[in-house]
């Protein structure tokens, strides 16, 4: 090698190279600060309902109706809550198995056009408007049977449907073929083979899915308000009425103008997203790896 | 089983049954379960086709009042005035919630998007290895707040944190002639923009989410090359993460799109809902397909008033259908590129 | 079977010609070991790269041959939990001083991998010049100049010179690994480390390349990891030979000399073992 320059002195001689670190070190900076907006949004919304609603909410809040004069102080949203969870309870009722049938169908025994067919109007079913969700149980269901807990439900079944069926595909398909040849091979049915062994390998990862898709129906208001109407005041147990449920609630009370009214609304505020962050959390930690989009 | 007589002892043959014949119950079974297991795969497909189908069904008889395309043409949307006999004018034209539907999301996605690509880019290539995982959860815990919450948050919180901000430009950008006409007041906290920035942190961790997997599924290879060539990170995510993540960070955008599209509750709480016409500040208050159906269900008394909600869900439903199809074909391309 | 590991008496029965131990130029390692975390995977590694030459390093699978390369450009280091010790000259710089910024390390020295990885979405120009783009030392002017250079010296030129800007991702896998190589000279390194270039390509493909390494050899400074012996004996000049004792345990060189002693004549029982098939 004709010996030029000593390679000592190439490795010092960049006059670039700083204007590049400077650009590495800008960019990075930016993009860091683009982290700490986003979850600083996340921390102001959650300390700010933190603040405003943990000097109202107290055990009673969580038993006691509304007061009837929305300017008195004291009460609680105990009917919404529990008209939540009972409408939320029957829609994962009526979400869940549908759900798991679907996924079940896509990755057993689906083939070809009608299963790519099935997964992509899934994914399109998950991003359609919860309102219109709404609309529609009110055009099918309300417009027969009147306002009702059970139309709700029905609303966010069609809500939940799809987040159901995604994950428990995912999980599904995990499931290493090899432990469905092995039943196979003994003789089992496809159904055995499903019921048996597919599905209990995958449950943890179902559960989990099952878990986020219970904690969005929790936080909808949308579809509720044109099927399940609300029940401000009275304690409504059987859904084949009207009832209240905790999102509608907090709607309602958020925009009445009553300072009172208002801080029951931060309240309850503060109780669902509790409940929605302890669901979150749960499924997160006690299941498997799920794709997280909660879209 | 045929006795078969040989010398007077009688033989009782029992043949076997053949194997296909065996276990016909669980054959009848798992049939069952098959076509159960089909219909609800259907169901998907049914539910989908019955949303359109019972939506225009719905807003049909507003639709045979007033025509089709009168709904685009008229320019107020004031029930007040409906009657039951007169269909000319159309007083229930729809243009501003697609004006407002369209503005909000546009804001929403102008500051969204940014953010939601950098953040990603930190998850999976600028923050050290053992924050990734939490910082990935903790910005996908945007997208767990309800809607209303952020609704209420920002009617009490956000309002006034911008109030000053937003003031000011109304008072200066905003009195210039012509260019400062979307930028005028006066400002009453709730408005398009009030909406949009909403929008925005709501759909930010679903961009994010897809971004993350476009990105991590950027080759080792190809970042080691670029790495052995003595880039900086910065100069490495340019090379090698970024130009193979185009169109999938066009698809995450969508994706937001779709959702900021549909967004109802939180939206209606933060934009004022001024259902007459379009106004032309993003500052001014206004209303989306969405808010309006949401504000004015429950009291459409007017003749033809539900019915012409109807007509805005069925568009508002349009509109989703085509992004989210959309954006999922995007998606689809962006990850396995 | 038992190795003796045999370390600077070895360098002095078989002295480089024309080289003291201590060289200015060319690459030299000096007890050098490497950590995964805990697990260490090279043990005091030695080794002279003269410049100009080819040096080869061999041995079985899973010996730390890649390691080694690796902690030459500083590629190592990346690894979370990963650690270096010793010693790294190149050209009497220490490569591991602690006012040299690893990036600047890396441009100066060129890398190959085992798989062709050029940037798909560029174009076969600007892979090629990519690296010189990012050092931003060179006027726009003299980029074509540079790539023709560079892809002519990877024997490339013919073949592309009239696709340049056809997508990189459109050539076969060993014209992709030669524009990886043209892409590793074009900003005109002093060292090039080919870590199992050609263990994805084809007979003809792996041919054409080492063709074209004998053909560079005298410009640079070239250390070639292979797993393929007869390769080592056409490419090289000098060859070391790594290996390990048992499983888990670190690699260490065990033999280093002229490429022609170590095929014909090795010293070390291991090394005799090793290139005569009987082991690895």
Redesign the interface.
């Known amino acids: 090698m004709t010996d030029v320059a000593l390679p000592a002195a190439r490795f010092r001689q960049r006059p670039a190279l700083r204007r590049r670190r400077t650009k590495n070190a800008v960019m990075t900076a930016l993009l860091l600060v683009a982290v700490a907006l986003a979850l600083g949004a996340l921390a102001w919304v959650l300390v700010y309902v933190g603040i405003r609603g943990f000097s109202v909410i107290s055990p009673s809040f969580l038993t006691h109706n509304p007061p009837g004069n929305p300017a008195a102080p004291g009460g609680g949203f105990f009917n919404g809550i529990a008209g939540s969870l009972i409408v939320v309870g029957i829609a994962t009722g009526i979400a869940v198995p549908l759900g798991v049938g679907a996924a079940i169908y896509v990755v057993e025994y689906g083939r070809g056009r009608l299963r790519g067919a099935i997964r992509f109007f899934n994914d399109v079913l998950i991003g359609i408007p919860t309102i219109v969700t709404g609309a529609f149980v009110y055009a099918v269901w309300v417009t027969r049977f009147g306002f009702s807990g059970f139309a709700g439900s029905i609303a966010l079944a069609v809500v939940m449907l799809p987040l159901v069926a995604r994950t428990t595909e995912e999980m599904l398909r995990l499931v290493p073929t090899e432990l469905r040849e092995g039943s196979l091979a003994l003789g089992a049915t496809r159904s055995q083979t499903v019921l048996r062994i597919c599905l209990p390998t995958a449950l943890p990862g179902i559960i989990t899915g099952g878990m986020l898709a219970v904690a969005r129906a929790m936080g909808e208001t949308a579809p509720l308000l044109l099927t399940v109407l609300g029940n401000d005041l009275f304690t409504q147990l059987n859904p084949l009425h009207r009832m209240e449920t905790l999102s509608l609630q907090i709607f309602s009370n958020a925009v009445t103008g009553y300072e009172q009214a208002e801080a029951r609304g931060w309240a309850g505020a503060l109780t669902l997203i509790a409940i929605v962050l302890i669901l979150t959390a749960v499924a997160r930690f006690f299941g498997r790896r799920v794709q997280v989009e909660n879209v | 089983m045929s006795p078969a007589s040989a010398g007077g002892i009688v033989t009782i043959e029992r043949r076997p049954q053949p194997i296909a014949l065996r276990g016909e119950h669980r054959r009848l079974g798992d049939s069952l379960f098959g076509a159960a297991v089909a219909l609800t795969g259907g169901a998907v497909l049914v539910v989908l086709a019955a949303m359109v189908v019972f939506l225009v069904l719905q807003g049909l008889p507003a639709i045979r009042h007033y025509g089709f395309f009168t709904f685009i043409t008229a320019q107020r949307w004031a029930p007040s005035e409906a009657s039951a006999t007169a269909a000319v004018p159309n007083p229930y034209g729809i243009v501003q919630f697609i004006y407002g539907t369209v503005l909000t999301s546009l804001i929403g996605m102008v500051i969204a998007v940014p953010l939601a690509v950098g953040a990603a880019l930190v998850i999976t290539d600028v923050a050290p290895r053992r924050l990734r995982r939490p910082l990935s959860s903790l910005v996908d815990l945007l997208a767990a707040v309800p809607s209303v919450v952020y609704g209420f948050w920002g009617l009490f919180a956000l309002i006034p944190a911008i109030r000053p901000v937003v003031d000011f430009i109304t008072s200066t950008l905003g009195t210039v002639p012509v260019i400062g006409v979307p930028f005028g007041g006066p400002f009453f906290g709730v408005s398009y923009f009030t909406a949009g920035l909403v929008l925005a942190i709501m759909i930010l961790p679903i961009i994010a989410a897809v971004c993350r997997e476009v990105f991590r599924s950027t080759p080792r290879n190809e970042k080691e090359a670029a790495v052995a060539l003595g880039a900086t990170r910065w100069e490495m995510i340019r090379i090698a993460v970024l130009p193979r993540a185009r169109s999938g960070i066009v698809g995450a955008s969508l994706i937001g799109l779709g959702r900021a599209v549909g967004e109802t509750i939180a939206v209606t709480m933060v934009i004022g809902n001024a259902v007459l016409h379009i106004n032309p500040s993003i500052f001014d208050q206004g209303a989306t397909m969405s808010s309006v159906i949401a504000n004015e269900f429950t009291e459409a008394t007017e003749p033809f008033h539900l019915e012409s909600l109807f007509v805005v869900g069925f568009w508002l439903l349009i509109v989703a259908l085509v992004v989210n199809m959309l954006a999922r074909v995007v998606v689809r391309r962006g990850v396995s590129l | 079977m038992v190795v003796k590991p045999v370390h600077a008496p070895m360098f002095a029965a078989h002295p480089l010609p024309g080289r003291e131990a201590d060289q200015?130029?060319g690459l030299s390692i000096d007890r050098l070991s490497a950590w995964f975390g805990r697990h260490k995977v090279v043990e005091d590694m030695r080794l002279r790269a003269p410049?100009?030459k080819v040096t080869a390093l061999i041995g079985p699978s899973g010996c730390g041959k890649s390691t080694v390369l690796r902690c030459v450009?500083r590629?190592h280091e990346?690894v979370?939990g990963a650690r270096v010790q010793g010693g790294v000259h190149?050209?009497?710089?220490d490569v591991y001083a602690p006012d040299?910024?690893a990036?600047?390390?890396?441009?100066?020295?060129?890398?190959v991998?085992q798989?062709p990885?050029?940037?798909?979405?560029?174009s076969i120009y600007e892979n090629a010049i990519?690296?010189v783009r990012?050092?931003?030392?060179t006027p726009r002017g003299r980029l074509m100049e540079i790539a023709e250079t560079a892809l002519s010296r990877a024997q490339l030129w013919d073949e592309v010179k009239d696709r340049l800007h056809k997508p990189a991702v459109s050539l076969s896998g060993g014209q992709q690994q030669r524009l990886?190589i043209a892409?590793?000279i074009a900003?005109d390194p002093?060292?090039l480390l080919m870590d199992e270039p050609c263990s994805a390509l084809d007979p003809i493909a792996t041919f054409k390349i080492e063709e074209l390494i004998r053909a560079i050899a005298?410009?640079?400074?070239v250390v070639i990891v292979t797993h393929n012996m007869h390769q080592a004996t056409r490419v090289s000049d000098y060859t070391g030979f790594m290996t390990i004792e048992n499983a888990g345990d670190p690699g260490r060189l065990v033999e280093f000399g002229a490429t022609t002693q170590i095929f014909g004549a090795p010293v070390n029982p291991a090394t005799e073992a090793y290139v005569s098939g009987r082991v690895g």
Do not use: H, Q, W
């Open positions: 200015v130029d410049s100009g450009n590629m990346l979370p190149f050209g009497g710089v040299l910024d990036g600047s390390v890396r441009s100066e020295i060129g890398m991998f798989r990885n050029p940037f798909p979405t560029k990519i690296g990012i050092a931003r030392t990886c892409r590793a900003v002093s060292l005298d410009r640079y400074t």
